[in-house]
DNA sequence: AGAGCGATGTGCAAATTTCGCACATCGCTT
DNA sequence: AAGCGATGTGCGAAATTTGCACATCGCTCT
């Protein structure tokens, strides 16, 4: 059950991504670099895309799982970015690889996960409509991404730490903010 | 072909070795540490004992092949000095845990190849009895595995880059010494 | 002195993982 | 059209990992 082999494959993929931009690399490449069979990796991946999918999981789960509370919400933030940062060649890759469709869905995907355990973290939230709250979750989840991805987009220049703690503070007052206009409007 | 569980009980077992003596350090706590089956740890060591012995030489293989011309002996010294010293914790464990015979005898097997190596790269050499040339290497691998041991039981506070350097030179200009009056005593 | 406990090794069969080889396919180059 | 390298798939064999049972040893407690 120690999937040593598979974390063998993912840091010899992560290597070779801060090299060459995703759609260069090869099964071949990545098997050679960490010295296995060619089988193996399909063995623990159904595709390079699946290896991709799986290592950006890994990624998140490991920078978000560290801060549950919604205090730490913007700290959650600040290492995702600082992750990006220390990865920026490999992250870059990625991006220029993709598909912006594909990645807006993912990241939209992440931010949902995110955006309800925060939600959830708040107060006034139960009290209000489950259609407003989805509504609300939306509408923030879509601003984070926008964010994201032109961040990255434009080369993750701009300074997480005070970006992100300012738009952290800012995202969970209106978001808690939103849910009392929401809950208003519901009494 | 891959040993990659292998690898993992080598990286638990000096995780351990920075925080306790190695006659504390038990089969169950490595197998623990990294997730795996208690067999799974015989299938690779025969014993603790032989696990060490494995990771000592590795590290000793790891730090000498990176040098291998004559020219280049004090670096390889000055490198496994400097392994030792970043490790110190896990150095000194080992150190208080092994008896000195059995520290001799291994430092001293490690002493050895180096110093056939580096006899073998020295001109002179071939020119020399076997006999003389064997007697020159047991005399200054007892100076060398001497020095270690005062060395690492002094707690390594020596810097080692002067400390080494100069010996090392010593060391080479004195055998070369050696080998030629060894040498002119045979003619 | 003897029971209880945890660590050590060993043996073995079953389950899982890795490997090697063969094959079909695809896209690209010549 | 043939050649080439990369991709996946399908096995069976080999290697590795696991779980369970057992014997032993040294230690502690009473």
Same mark, same amino acid.
């Given at each position: ?44 991946? $159904?595709?390079? &895309?699946? !290896?991709?999918?799986?290592?950006? +999981?890994?990624?998140?789960?490991? *920078?978000?799982?560290?801060? /549950? %509370? ?31 469709? $594909?990645?807006? &869905?993912? !990241?939209?995907?992440?931010?949902? +996960?995110?955006?309800?355990?925060? *939600?959830?973290?708040?107060? /006034? %939230? ?36 005070? !970006? ?10 209106? *978001? ?12």
């Amino acid at each position: 059950m120690a999937q040593f082999t598979k974390r063998a494959i993912v840091e010899s993929f992560i290597r070779l991504l801060n090299e060459k931009p995703l759609d260069k690399i090869t099964v071949k490449e990545i098997v050679d670099d960490c010295g296995i069979n060619r089988n193996t990796f399909y063995y623990h991946f $159904e595709d390079i &895309r699946a !290896l991709l999918t799986f290592v950006i +999981d890994a990624e998140v789960e490991r *920078v978000i799982t560290k801060h /549950e %509370s919604v205090a730490s919400l913007e700290e959650g933030f600040i290492a995702a970015a600082n992750f990006a940062l220390s990865n920026k060649k490999a992250v870059y890759h990625i991006y220029n690889s993709v598909s912006r469709e $594909e990645l807006e &869905r993912y !990241l939209n995907s992440i931010a949902e +996960d995110v955006m309800h355990s925060m *939600v959830e973290g708040i107060e /006034e %939230s139960k009290d209000v409509e489950l259609e407003d709250r989805e509504l609300i979750i939306h509408f923030y989840k879509s601003g984070l991404v926008g964010m994201a991805t032109s961040w990255i987009g434009e080369g993750m220049k701009a300074e997480p730490e005070r !970006l992100i703690r300012r738009m952290g503070s800012l995202l969970e007052g209106s *978001v808690s903010e939103a849910l009392k206009r929401g809950l208003k409007r519901k009494i």
